[in-house]
Every structure is written in structure tokens, then in C-alpha cells.
């Protein structure tokens, strides 16, 4: 693929020769004279590259051909797809698929083997169904849908359009609520409700996004969740959250626009965090937080006063060993 048409087709302003032939992409300590790589800063140019042509930031002199872009990384990921494209499924139903009469399959959809699909369930157009997906009673599922072998969709999902679920998946298991009795025994309490995955919401393998006790657990639009991500009854996550691996989101909790939680974060039920907020990885969240700040440790704290006490802890035993010390001394003076 000529460099000129690459530049064409991401919108960037052209470097040099438009006639370097591209192959491939790569990374830009590994790409060779046929491949497209990128920089975001002139530090990295200091390290050898044997990459054909680059993507540079806008006024970064490269020393080659390339391409000028605002932002090098996205439109990288863009020329990704260019020479990489995704793997197209032949639509078709397999033989050993089990579908219900009363299922709505839309055109150019495809259902692997060992698939099922119960009654009243909706499938948008162009969507694919992985091998041994199961998808219970009155799920609907819109256009354009990848879901990968064995995921589970229990009764009553409403999952969107362009949504992908990695194998795995578990959408609308019971949430995880109980009470003990007269007698001290526990006692399930109906979990009824359902869960609302909206468009081009990304599920992460082995994840779960368990059903509400009584309306709904709401995942918003665009949202990315990674592998083995917990979301517990009635959680409501709101547009464009990007949620890292073992993340772990307790009931009732409700998430603004556009937060984004670094792996292992856990967050107490009925607690409500701003839109914007950034949450590092490992931070414990047992009280709401307001939105457009970054927060780190347990419980969470501001990231400035977070990062002191985070000194403070690693002191601790020199400190102590200090007070020690100082009481050694005045014990003698007093003595």
C-alpha cells in the first residue's frame, strides 16, 4: 500500500515520498523497511528503527517519509486496520446449532455449532453467534453483534448493536443477595430484574454482568470492560468507561460518564462516583467520589495526598526504628 494513500485514508498531511510501497505495520523497534510504524515524541527517535515510513506528531522532523497527524497512536491504530482488517464470517446457521421456532434470526447472521437460542429470542442482522453460545428466553441482541464461543445470556438480556462479548462472557446470572430467616438460615432474595448492555459496549473474557434485584443493571454505551471483570445486581455504569482487568463493582453502585478504573479497583455497593473520575489500579473505593479527579490507595485518596501517604507508609519502619530509639534516650535521661 503506497504511503500517499495511507495518508489519504487517515486524514494526515504526507512526509516525504508518497511512493514508499508499505506491507505491513509494526512496532518501531521491530518494524523493517516495509512496515509502518510511529512516534509520539522526538525522545523516541533516538532509539534505531528500520520502519519505511512514520507517524509523527505534527512538526516532528522524522529524517524519512511519514505521515502528520494530531494524534500518531489513534491514527496508528487506524492504518492497523487498513493492512490488518477483521476476519470475516461467512453468515449460515451449523447443522448441530439448536434454534426455537419462535427465535427471530436476522439476515446475514451467523450461529456456530452446538449454539442455542430459546424462544422469543431477537438477533439483529449481521451478527455473529459463537460455538456453543447459549441465549436464553426473550433475549434481544441488535445488529452487528460478535459474540465469541460460550457465552451465557440469561432470560431477559437486551444487549445492543455492535456490541462484542469475549468467550466466556456471563450476562444476567443472579446478583448475590440473600437474608437470614426466622431461623437463622439464609434466605435467596429474588433476583428479577434484567440487564441492559447498550451499543458498542465491549465485554472482556470470562467477565460477569450479573441480572437486577428488581429493574435493571445498566451498562452505557461504549463502555470497555476487560477480562475477568465483576458487575454486580443493579450496578448502573454510565457512557465511555473503560474498566481494566479484576475490577470488581458491588451492588447498587452507580458510574458516571467516562471513568476509568486501573486493574483490581474495588468498589463498595450504594457508592456513586463522579463522571471523569480516574481511578489507579488496586484503588478501594468504600465511599462515593466526585467526578474529574484522580484517586489512588484505600480508601481512595486524592492522588497528591494519596501519594504522600503512600511515603509515609514505606517510612514506617524507619520511623520506627527512630521512636525507638528516642525512648531509649529519654528512658536513660529519666532514669
Known amino acids: 500500500m503506497l504511503l500517499a494513500d495511507i495518508a489519504n485514508l487517515l486524514g494526515g498531511e504526507l512526509i516525504g515520498d508518497g511512493n514508499v510501497d508499505l506491507q505491513d ?52 491504530a487506524r492504518a492497523v486496520l487498513l ?39 431477537v438477533v439483529g442482522g449481521g451478527s455473529y453467534v459463537g460455538a456453543g453460545v447459549h441465549i436464553d428466553q426473550n433475549v434481544r441482541i441488535g445488529s452487528g453483534c460478535h459474540i465469541y464461543p460460550n457465552c451465557v445470556l440469561y432470560a ?65 454505551r461504549g463502555t470497555k470492560i476487560d477480562n475477568l471483570v465483576q458487575i454486580a445486581h443493579n450496578v448502573e455504569i454510565g457512557e465511555d468507561c473503560i474498566l481494566a482487568s479484576q475490577v470488581g463493582i458491588s451492588g447498587s453502585a452507580k458510574i458516571g460518564r467516562g471513568v476509568m478504573m486501573g486493574g483490581r479497583v474495588g468498589v463498595a455497593d450504594h457508592v456513586e462516583i463522579g463522571d471523569g473520575a480516574k481511578l489507579g489500579a488496586e484503588t478501594g473505593v468504600p465511599k462515593s467520589l466526585e467526578g474529574g479527579k484522580m484517586y489512588l490507595h484505600t480508601p481512595a485518596t486524592e492522588i497528591h495526598d494519596a501519594r504522600r501517604r503512600i511515603a509515609v507508609l514505606r517510612n514506617l519502619p524507619k520511623m520506627a526504628e527512630r521512636i525507638n530509639e528516642l525512648e531509649r534516650k529519654i528512658g536513660k535521661l529519666e532514669s
Open 83 to 121: 493492512f490488518r482488517p477483521p476476519r470475516k464470517f461467512q453468515p449460515g446457521i451449523d447443522a448441530n446449532a439448536s434454534i426455537s421456532e419462535t427465535a427471530l434470526v436476522g439476515d446475514g447472521v451467523y450461529v456456530g455449532p452446538f449454539a442455542s437460542l430459546a424462544s422469543g429470542v
Open 156 to 220: 431477559d438480556v437486551e444487549i445492543g448493536s455492535r456490541v462484542i462479548l469475549h468467550a466466556g462472557v456471563v450476562v444476567g446470572a443472579d446478583g448475590f443477595g440473600y437474608i437470614p430467616d426466622e431461623e437463622g438460615r439464609i434466605f435467596k432474595y429474588p433476583q428479577t430484574g434484567r440487564v441492559v448492555i447498550e451499543d458498542d459496549v465491549e465485554i472482556g473474557a470470562n467477565s460477569t454482568i450479573d441480572r437486577a434485584t428488581l429493574k435493571e443493571t445498566r451498562i452505557g
Open 25 to 76: 505495520v509494526a512496532a518501531y523497534e521491530e518494524a523493517s523497511p516495509k512496515d509502518l510504524s510511529y512516534v509520539e515524541s522526538a525522545k523516541k527517535l533516538n532509539t534505531h528503527s528500520d520502519a519505511g515510513a512514520l507517524i509523527a506528531p505534527r512538526g516532528l522532523e522524522i529524517g524519512r517519509p511519514g505521515i502528520s497527524t494530531i494524534n500518531p497512536r489513534l491514527s496508528f
